[in-house]
């Protein structure tokens, strides 16, 4: 049983999840659908109506050597570009994409230099747009926006535990809930599910119903040095705090909020720094929290949850003056939720992440 719901999860979600360019016959398409590129600072802006890419790139950085990380083309097209080819931006670089029917399409790629102190894209949260699943997800669209959320793995089960909050005038925010997955979900191995929030991408193709985290890909281009970061946030946790097979913990929930800056070239992740924030204590009213990024390798005095796991620092001399090329940030109403364990009922509310830079 329990295997044919795990099959039954992966099939829809992968079914509800695909963007196809249907057509009878030869495909006409020739577009770019996603697309990176060395010292990027941000997402690529891509326009199929243009067709031009828009890539943030840095002060400082050479412009005639800016090398293709990833490239996703139309489904059956081919490009002449590859991953792992050179580009010069000094002037609009080309890509020229052929469909699957001969059309030739030449896309425009073009560099903008990108701020020193730059802030996430929708920090503020006041952006949501409307999946085809009728559900809300943060960002101005699928396409463009850089947050994530579990609500594609939960919204099958009929849970939504990430929705956005109205804290009136317009100004929207986050609410994470820690939620009950009901009975045939408990004896699935997956009792609860934690509200999250997250830079990065659901990724369907590698769901695994045993572990929540397998699917999200982590992290966005980022490339600034701030000093700290600042959201405004109330918590209250749940009464009985549980693990994955409904034993009482014996200590209480706690959310967890955290950015890492990381430092991601030629395959190889160094954590560059880590601003850390978790907390058991009730917050009712939305507060104003601010926590330090610390830079390079952390010591003994901070706890092994803060630590990287699966790479090392980068080194110690690097960390004073290196910019990182990815920020992850994270927000969960139960700190161990990737592990089913948490109180239903904690409930999260974030809003304004922001960067705080020297001035």
Known sequence: MRKKLAISIQIILMLSSCVTEDYFGKSPYGNIKSISVSNQASNSIISTEDLTVSVEIPAGVDLTHIAIQSLEISTYATADKAVGDILDLNTPGEITIIAENGEEFVWQVNAYVASATPQLNNWDLNLWYKTPSDYYEPGESASTTIWGTGNPGTQILNKLATIPHDLGDGNLAAHLETLDNGKLAGTFGAPISAGSLYTGVFNPDKLDPSDPQAAIE?????????????????????????????NALEYPDACDIYAILELRLGGSTERLATAWFRSTEDQAELSSQTVDFVYGALGDEYPDYMKPTDHGYVSADSATFVLPTHITFVASSSFDGANFAGAIGSTLIIDDVEMVYEE
């Open 218 to 246: 982590f992290g966005t281009p980022f490339t600034g040095r701030p000093g700290q970061i600042r959201f405004k946030y109330s918590y209250i946790a749940g009464e009985e705090n549980k693990d994955k097979n409904g």
